[in-house]
């Protein structure tokens, strides 16, 4: 059973960086889409940022410019590099692959229209950035 596993969270002060790393095992499964969603407590899951194969990306307005999101296939990891971090950038981080068919390879989303997109999501890491 394919796995995504995420990993680099952690607590920075405003402004520090953070690179989080999300591994693939236990099988196959379609990666031509893979993105980066966030959950801060009592809000819906966002979208991030998603890649698509050859690199085109894509990033919430949040973010642009300041997290960039890549990927090493021959290692089977997602990155995303985070700076100038703020604090309502605090939430759990999860990695997601397996988009289904006729979803959209983008980011924006909320909620059940983010979950719905992918068939398999990493357990999380978390971010917490203090003022």
């Known amino acids: 059973q394919v796995q995504l596993v995420e990993s680099g969270g952690g607590s920075v002060q405003t402004g520090g960086s953070l690179r989080l790393s999300c591994t693939t095992s236990?099988?196959?499964?379609?990666?031509?889409?893979m993105g980066w969603f966030r959950q801060a407590p009592g809000k819906e899951r966002e979208g991030v940022a998603t890649?698509?194969?050859?690199?085109?990306?894509f990033y919430a307005d949040s973010v642009k410019g300041r997290f960039t999101i890549s990927r090493d296939n021959a290692k089977s990891t997602l990155y995303l590099q985070m700076n100038s971090l703020k604090p309502e950038d605090t939430a759990m981080y999860f990695c997601?692959?397996?988009?289904?068919?006729?979803?959209?390879?983008?980011?924006?989303?909320?909620?059940?229209?983010?979950?719905?997109?992918?068939?398999?999501w990493g357990q999380g890491t978390q971010v917490t950035v203090s003022s």
């Open positions: 997601a692959a397996g988009r289904r068919r006729g979803a959209s390879c983008t980011p924006y989303c909320s909620g059940a229209s983010c979950t719905a997109k992918y068939d398999v």
């Open positions: 236990g099988g196959t499964i379609s990666t031509e889409c």
């Open positions: 890649v698509f194969i050859g690199d085109t990306t």
